[in-house]
């Protein structure tokens, strides 16, 4: 059963396109996925999979890589490194305000106006650092995907499969 699995997704990644190709629409799509576009992410995937003429499958698999448990621990830490390579000042009550906050009732104007007070600061370090983050992060998925793909490629086509 594995055996015939792993021929399907050699099928599949054959008719991908070549691994150049496949890798750069993977990457892609995870770039996208830990990217600061938060909500456009697949519009912007499928827009650039049908723009370069890649596989919107493997793009959409890319998309999927940033998982909701990983969302709040990678926007936080890349928006700290942001902050922290923008030498962005950080208020030292920042823990205050944000439980003075929580006090505020979700629905009044007064939670909102305080909310966006204490994130606006943060918005180019957030830009700033999960931007970077992304493209490291889809650099070295096109590195190891693209030599994954030549690898299953090269050991396929001497198998015969």
Do not use: K
Not at 54 to 82: D, E, I, K, Q
Not at 88 to 97: C, H, Q
Not at 103 to 109: A, M, N, R, S
Not at 124 to 137: E, K, P, R, Y
């Amino acid at each position: 059963m594995m055996r015939r699995m792993r021929e399907r997704l050699i099928e599949f990644l054959r008719g991908a396109g070549p691994p150049r190709r496949t890798a750069a629409a993977f990457a892609l799509g995870v770039f996208l996925s830990f990217s600061p576009f938060l909500g456009l992410q697949i519009l912007l995937g499928m827009g650039a999979a049908i723009a370069f003429r890649l596989s919107r499958a493997v793009v959409f698999a890319g998309l999927c890589t940033n998982l909701p448990w990983f969302m709040l621990p990678w926007y936080t830490l890349s928006t700290a490194a942001g902050a922290l390579m923008l030498q962005a000042p950080v208020a030292s009550d920042i823990s205050g305000s944000l439980s003075r906050l929580f006090d505020l009732p979700l629905t009044g104007p007064a939670f909102w106006t305080q909310a966006l007070d204490i994130a606006s600061p943060f918005l180019w370090s957030f830009l700033f650092g999960s931007t970077a983050g992304a493209l490291v992060i889809g650099v070295v998925s096109y590195v190891v995907t693209h030599r994954y793909l030549a690898s299953v490629c090269r050991v396929s086509e001497a198998s015969g499969t």
